[in-house]
């Protein structure tokens, strides 16, 4: 039986959200062979909220983040990123908005090996031709945030696997964008940089405001979330908000939901 979601009518509802998702379905296949991978799906994300989603393999998780982050065309439905219907877009223009409104962190950090970290972290300002003075400052800021100061000069090859993913979220957030979509950015990482990414994640909230949306397959890595969205079978099934519980109260939270859905373990989404 699919379980109510609840939606928090106080406080941050009243601003509008950031991110608005009516109605999405997406559908493969032909006529007579048709997969709904999303059905009817709708939420919202505040400004500053850092949301993960949640879901076992083929749940549509990484369908609905391809979605929302314009990589992919929803087959009904709107998608609304700072009051911007991104679904009606033309593709030049929707080129244009993602490279100015959305940051991209992946399980492969897909940083460009040629490049230093510097100059991998300033490439989204350099491509938007800010100036190179202001470039400095920004990728000098945000790499003191985020505590990797020390890899400025160094190549991808010359760094860890957790160092890069850090350099690729501070190229995520160095252009202020309204939204950071993160697709299973720990899923490469031991547990010891995971932990480090996801404090580097929470940084990037707290201090910055970032409104981050990552979809992930373990609990341990959603507990630093504001809110988990669980997905079954194309909709959203129910969702947690973490609201003032500790992290170890919120994953324990999150595993009665996994356990609820069949599944086991921090991995078994």
């Given at each position: 039986?699919?379980?109510?979601?609840?939606?928090?009518?106080?406080?941050?509802?009243?601003?509008?959200?950031?991110?608005?998702?009516?109605?999405?379905e997406k559908v493969y296949g032909s006529r007579n062979?048709?997969?709904?991978?999303?059905?009817?799906?709708?939420?919202?994300?505040?400004?500053?909220?850092?949301?993960?989603?949640?879901?076992?393999?083929?749940?549509?998780?990484?369908?609905?983040?391809?979605?929302?982050?314009?990589?992919?065309?929803?087959?009904?439905?709107?998608?609304?990123?700072?009051?911007?219907?991104?679904?009606?877009?033309?593709?030049?223009?929707?080129?244009?908005?993602?490279?100015?409104?959305?940051?991209?962190?992946?399980?492969?950090?897909?940083?460009?090996?040629?490049?230093?970290?510097?100059?991998?972290?300033?490439?989204?300002?350099?491509?938007s031709r800010v100036p190179a003075r202001e470039v400095?400052?920004?990728?000098?800021?945000?790499?003191?945030?985020?505590?990797?100061?020390?890899?400025?000069?160094?190549?991808?090859?010359?760094?860890?696997?957790?160092?890069?993913?850090?350099?690729?979220?501070?190229?995520?957030?160095?252009?202020?964008?309204?939204?950071?979509?993160?697709?299973?950015?720990?899923?490469?990482?031991?547990?010891?940089?995971?932990?480090?990414?996801?404090?580097?994640f929470e940084t990037m909230n707290r201090t910055y405001?970032?409104?981050?949306?990552?979809?992930?397959?373990?609990?341990?890595?959603?507990?630093?979330?504001?809110?988990?969205?669980?997905?079954?079978?194309?909709?959203?099934?129910?969702?947690?908000?973490?609201?003032?519980?500790?992290?170890?109260?919120?994953?324990?939270?999150?595993?009665?939901?996994?356990?609820?859905?069949?599944?086991?373990?921090?991995?078994?989404?």
């Amino acid at each position: 039986m699919q379980m109510q979601h609840l939606t928090d009518t106080t406080g941050a509802a009243a601003q509008p959200p950031v991110l608005d998702v009516r109605h999405v379905e997406k559908v493969y296949g032909s006529r007579n062979n048709v997969t709904r991978a999303l059905a009817d799906v709708s939420f919202t994300v505040q400004r500053g909220e850092f949301v993960g989603i949640m879901g076992a393999s083929g749940s549509g998780k990484s369908t609905l983040l391809n979605c929302v982050s314009t990589i992919d065309a929803v087959t009904s439905g709107h998608v609304f990123i700072d009051g911007v219907d991104v679904t009606g877009m033309k593709p030049a223009k929707l080129t244009r908005f993602r490279r100015e409104q959305l940051g991209f962190i992946f399980q492969d950090s897909n940083l460009l090996d040629t490049l230093t970290a510097r100059e991998n972290i300033a490439l989204p300002l350099t491509i938007s031709r800010v100036p190179a003075r202001e470039v400095q400052v920004r990728v000098e800021a945000v790499a003191s945030r985020l505590s990797i100061t020390g890899v400025l000069d160094k190549y991808p090859y010359q760094m860890s696997g957790g160092q890069q993913q850090r350099v690729a979220a501070a190229r995520a957030l160095v252009g202020d964008p309204a939204i950071i979509m993160a697709d299973e950015p720990t899923g490469a990482l031991d547990s010891k940089n995971a932990r480090l990414l996801l404090e580097c994640f929470e940084t990037m909230n707290r201090t910055y405001r970032a409104t981050v949306l990552m979809v992930t397959h373990d609990s341990f890595a959603a507990s630093y979330t504001n809110r988990v969205l669980f997905i079954r079978d194309g909709r959203i099934f129910t969702e947690l908000r973490r609201g003032a519980a500790s992290r170890q109260e919120f994953f324990n939270r999150i595993m009665e939901v996994v356990a609820m859905m069949g599944g086991e373990g921090s991995d078994a989404l």
